[in-house]
């Protein structure tokens, strides 16, 4: 029977930072369970969330300051056939003492520009494929959507599983990543269209930390005749989004689990490295919106959100456009051809 391969998985999370990175890499530890190999996850950052972020998805992790010594010290300790790291600092630390000791090293990374000489790249934006040529020392590049990272919990659905309503009272899930550091998730209950009354569930991830705030957002916008239900880090997001009808969404990772599961979405850049996939999949119809957070003013975001929440019609071809992008088996993907 063949040996089980020892995969290092580290990653970082917080409010500042997000929790997208833990996000990508639970996708590949959750898949290298499934084909036998054994993930060790060494996740830092805000350590008590991560670990909370962890534990609520059942995933096995060591969460704690690791530093680079700790993390190649491991490594050797273990035999790792792989390092997988996400995060641009950790890999400047990481990838040259990995390559020192011939190590394996994956590079999961947003930005391009990365010339680190690793041994894969993986870069699952939609965008990715024109940023080739800015990986010049690695070995192997995994670029786009064919690669994108899902969660268990969102793979579990069947791809497409979300059927939007064209009724007069849409579903609506507002969701700004983990942290929302702009706090987004209050302005975008502020701007919601009077004349769309909506049944609202605002997702605050678990490291969101403007609660008075979207609280009285959320007390505003029930005056005006919306429903909003506030959800605190919940356990099954992807309940939540199969059952909507639309989204507000951060241009970040969820909207790849958005688009698995057919949930058409309107969405915005908050951070820099989602400007420019945020631009491509508007430019493709594959979401309404597209630009930079701080760069819509609030009677723009207002009239967007009514132009979405408005016409059918354009919300059912933002769906067939962004479904068409993911299959779902992107971690696979790069287990097998990163790792192998």
């Avoid at 639970?26 to 962890?54: N, Q, R």
């Avoid at 390092?83 to 040259?96: F, H, K, M, Y």
């Avoid at 609506?172 to 702009?182: A, E, L, R």
């Amino acid at each position: 029977m063949a040996t089980a391969r020892r995969i290092v998985f580290r990653a970082d999370a917080s409010s500042s930072i997000g929790f997208g990175h833990v996000a990508r890499i639970a996708a590949l530890i959750e898949e290298a369970v499934t084909t036998g190999d054994e993930p060790i996850a060494m996740f830092g950052g805000d350590v008590p969330a991560v670990a909370s972020w962890a534990r609520d998805r059942k995933l096995t992790c060591a969460a704690k300051p690791w530093t680079a010594d700790l993390v190649m010290r491991a490594a050797e300790e273990l035999r790792a056939r792989a390092v997988v790291i996400d995060g641009r600092g950790l890999a400047a630390e990481l990838a040259p003492r990995l390559a020192a000791r011939k190590i394996k090293t994956v590079v999961v990374d947003d930005h391009g520009g990365l010339s680190l000489a690793v041994d894969a790249v993986v870069n699952h934006n939609v965008h990715a494929p024109t940023l080739a040529h800015s990986y010049p020392e690695a070995r192997c590049r995994l670029l786009g959507r064919k690669y994108l990272l899902l969660r268990r919990d969102i793979r579990r659905f069947t791809r497409g599983a979300c059927r939007p309503s064209a009724s007069d009272r849409l579903r609506v899930v507002v969701t700004f990543g983990g942290s929302d550091p702009v706090n987004a998730t209050t302005r975008t209950l502020g701007a919601l269209p009077d004349d769309h009354p909506l049944d609202v569930i605002a997702i605050a991830g678990p490291g969101f930390h403007h609660d008075a705030e979207l609280a009285a957002a959320a007390a505003a916008a029930r005056g005006r005749g919306h429903d909003v239900d506030i959800r605190r880090a919940p356990d099954d997001p992807g309940a939540l989004f199969v059952t909507a009808d639309a989204a507000i969404s951060a241009a970040g990772g969820t909207l790849g689990e958005l688009a698995y599961l057919g949930v058409p979405a309107i969405a915005y850049a908050i951070v820099g490295d989602q400007v420019a996939p945020a631009r491509e999949l508007a430019r493709m119809g594959a979401i309404a919106g597209g630009s930079a957070w701080q760069d819509v003013d609030d009677d723009t975001l207002q009239a967007e959100l009514s132009a979405f929440l408005g016409n059918d019609l354009l919300r059912a071809s933002i769906r067939r456009c962004a479904l068409d992008t993911v299959d779902g088996v992107g971690a696979r993907r790069v287990l097998t051809e990163a790792v192998a």
